[in-house]
């Protein structure tokens, strides 16, 4: 049985708790003296294994919810608001202060990165590194944008001054394999385009967020940023219910979305920003290169233990391939390195949820009461914290792990003799986010990408499927997400084109005329940013 090294380096000890006392509402840390909720890691810094308390975030209830959608009405004040109404040279200013300070509190969230979702160290650092490179992007896509928008158009004798708007007030509720990265991505395209925010952290990866506050408190007008701790049906499902958020902005699951969507009074006014579940499949045709196929199906299914929307969830291999295939994969799946994250080379990790093992065994146990096998010699052993992936074989539709996004280490392959097979599967599906198609022959592979290229968003060549780089579009079919999220897209998706209109006659054109001159409307602007 692997054991989990109980020495520490020193740099990445948490050597004090961090009990957080306050949360952010309307431009103010509020002290919080109420109910706690207990932070723990499920990596052990002890010899006998027991779970690590990290420290504490308040446990919010509704009052403090209805503050916080106070303030975020309050700044945004019916559009006529300081943020909403701002240059969008100033609100940059504000983007790059905040950027700035978070880039101070590096070492500490790539820190609690790693205690509070067993992340890598290099995937630690690199998810930092990421966001902070996403926000410089986005300031320069919207400078980009802003630029394009300095100009009149004039048809069938009316000018347009178009720009893009914000819609109002974003609820924001982000994912806990990807809590700073995905959560900005999400965040800061909804402050930039000028709405005013509400977000909840994850419930893991919920103490890395803690260092930013005062970073949101000092970058932003007051009201702008409202941070809630504690659980989403608390302090969430108040805040629809009361019909006054524009924008839902989501990274998690569909049951999530529908609950939260259900609330709101007027949904159909409700615009939505969905990133979900994917189920997402490696189709391996029979002339695929083997090498690198495995490589890319390892990275596939198990970079972060599968943990991630776009890994590869369910492996198609052709009957031709499939014992090459089988026997090379589940060699080098039980090859593969598990321990701390910050450990030299590890691949595997702690899971963060403690009943993710046991989820992941129910799983097996099902598979392997209905005819599967498991084809690798560790598949399935258990530690205090993981369970080793088990590489599955024959899978069958009526298997849980075929239906079931498992979200984990478990790796379930079904063979295939004609290719409709699992093109009619995919067609079948809910999910619709991404493919991983491995082959070399162009006759082969050309009406195969025209028919994927239909059932989702993305066909991955020879590739493992995966969000970035995050200029390109990030998005789904089906159950798999609403809107697009990409630098470009996400601006797009948390706005909303509108525009000055006027007929042609010397009136309105002196009347524009002294609107330029005088530059007393931000909107009203052909300046460019520079």
């Known amino acids: 049985m692997i054991k989990e090294k109980t020495s520490i380096p020193e740099s990445y000890r948490i050597d004090s708790l961090i009990h957080q006392k306050t949360y952010l509402v309307n431009g103010e840390l509020k002290p919080w003296e109420g109910a706690v909720t207990d932070v723990f890691s499920t990596i052990s810094s002890t010899e006998k294994y027991e779970h690590t308390l990290l ?14 959608l106070d303030g975020a009405l309050g700044a945004y004040d019916q559009g006529k608001g300081v943020w909403p109404t701002m240059k969008v040279s100033d609100r940059i200013e504000c983007m790059e202060k905040f950027v700035e300070q978070m880039k101070t509190k590096r070492d500490i969230v790539v820190k609690l990165l790693m205690w509070e979702i067993g992340k890598s160290l290099p995937d630690s650092i690199k998810e930092f590194d990421r966001t902070v490179d996403y926000i410089y992007d986005t300031i320069e896509d919207y400078k980009q944008l802003d630029r394009n928008s300095a100009k009149f158009q004039k048809h069938e004798g009316v000018y347009a001054h178009i720009r893009r708007g914000p819609l109002g ?98 949904s159909n006014r409700l615009r939505l920003v969905l990133g979900l579940e994917a189920k997402n499949p490696a189709i391996i045709l029979p002339d695929a290169n083997m090498e690198l196929t495995i490589e890319e199906c390892l990275t596939g299914t198990l970079s972060f233990n599968g943990q991630r929307c776009t890994a590869l969830k369910i492996v198609y291999v052709h009957d031709e391939v499939k014992e090459d295939f089988l026997n090379e994969f589940a060699a080098r799946v039980d090859k593969l390195k598990f321990g701390n994250p910050w450990d030299e080379g590890v691949k595997l990790t702690p899971l963060p949820e403690p009943g993710k093992p046991e989820y992941v065994q129910e799983l097996i146990d099902d598979a392997l009461a209905k005819g599967a096998k498991i084809m690798n010699k560790k598949g399935g052993k258990h530690f205090d914290n993981y369970i080793w992936p088990a590489v599955l074989y024959p899978v069958t539709k009526d298997m849980r792990v075929y239906q ?40 082969a592979l050309a009406p195969l990408i025209d028919t994927l290229a239909n059932l989702v968003c993305r066909v991955n060549l020879n590739s493992s499927c995966q969000r970035g780089p995050d200029v390109y579009p990030f998005t789904g079919r089906k159950d798999s997400a609403q809107s697009t999220l990409s630098v470009h897209d996400a601006l797009r998706s948390f706005s909303i084109r509108t525009l000055l209109a006027f007929k042609d006659n010397e009136i309105n054109k002196d009347t524009v005329k002294q609107l330029l001159e005088t530059k007393l409307s931000n909107f009203t602007s052909t300046e460019y940013i520079l």
Do not use: W
């Open 55 to 68: 420290g504490s975030i308040p446990d919010l209830g509704e009052k403090e919810a209805m503050e916080a």
């Open 404 to 443: 079931e996004e498992q979200f984990g280490p478990v790796i379930p392959v079904l063979s295939f003799k004609d290719i409709e097979e699992p093109l009619d599967d995919m067609a079948e599906s809910n999910y619709g986010q991404q493919v991983s198609l491995f082959g070399k022959d162009v006759y």
């Open 169 to 266: 007030v974003v609820l924001c509720l982000g994912p806990y394999n990807y809590p700073l990265n995905e959560t900005f991505a999400l965040l800061i395209p909804a402050l930039i385009m000028g709405n005013t925010t509400i977000f909840k952290p994850a419930k893991h990866g919920v103490l890395l967020i803690t260092p930013l506050l005062e970073a949101f408190k000092n970058s932003f007008p007051k009201g702008v940023v409202n941070i809630l701790f504690g659980r989403g049906r608390t302090v969430a499902a108040p805040i629809m219910k009361t019909g006054k958020v524009d924008v839902l902005a989501l990274i998690g699951n569909s049951k999530s979305a529908n609950a939260l969507q259900d609330q709101h009074p007027k």
